[in-house]
Each structure stands twice: as structure tokens, then as C-alpha cells.
Nanobody, 115 residues
Framework: VQLQASGGGLVQPGGSLTLSCVAF????????MAWYRQAQGKQRELVAH???????NYADSVKGRFTISRDNAKKMAYLQMNSLKPEDTAVYYC??????????WGQGTLVTVSS
């Protein structure tokens, strides 16, 4: 199973960015998907999670600003990030857990929020 994340970049405070994650080699529709992030010098933290039944959960710090979604036909997950803040700067990782509770990680994509 491979996860490939993309969409990171430099954005100004208040701006928007959409991250994408494509999955290869897995029966995607049964998988839970999530986005984690790790800022420099900090531990990796859960940002948003979406279950196979489309139930979503968000970290308090991103509620109302970020939206996680999935497209099972394309085997993709997305993270729409609005009203970005400098404290959102981090490497964002795509994560997946399959039906057998095996976890998979993407390679990470850097999001920098700065003026």
C-alpha cells in the first residue's frame, strides 16, 4: 500500500490550500483516512479524520477552518484548509488504516503559512 500526498506550498495568512492524498494497492473504501501534521520541534498531531462511513473528526485548533473529504472512486482523500494561520505551518502527512488495522503513511507535504 502506498499513499502519495501533494498540494503543500507557501501561502499567506488567511489564505487557502487543498491537500490531496492518493492511495495505491488497497481496498480504499474500507479504510479510515486522516491527516496529521508535525511542526518543527513538535510531536506529530492528528488534524482531521474521516471514517469509511464518512464520519469526520477534527482537532480543536482547525475546527471550522479545515474540511476533510474522500472520494472512494478515485481512492483519494483531501484536506481543504481555509483561513490559514502561521501556526498551521507544518509537514502534513496522509494516514490510512485498512480493514485489518494496518496503518500506512504518506511521505508528507510541507505547508508554510507566512507573509
Amino acid at each position: 500500500v502506498q499513499l502519495q500526498a501533494s498540494g503543500g506550498g507557501l501561502v499567506q495568512p488567511g489564505g487557502s490550500l487543498t491537500l490531496s492524498c492518493v492511495a495505491f494497492g488497497t481496498f480504499f473504501s474500507n479504510n479510515a483516512m486522516a491527516w496529521y501534521r508535525q511542526a518543527q520541534g513538535k510531536q506529530r498531531e492528528l488534524v482531521a479524520h474521516i471514517s469509511s462511513s464518512y464520519i469526520t473528526n477534527y482537532a480543536d485548533s482547525v475546527k471550522g477552518r479545515f474540511t476533510i473529504s474522500r472520494d472512494n472512486a478515485k481512492k483519494m482523500a483531501y484536506l481543504q484548509m481555509n483561513s490559514l494561520k502561521p501556526e498551521d505551518t507544518a509537514v502534513y502527512y496522509c494516514w490510512s488504516r485498512d480493514y485489518y488495522s494496518s496503518d500506512y503513511w504518506g511521505q508528507g507535504t510541507l505547508v508554510t503559512v507566512s507573509s
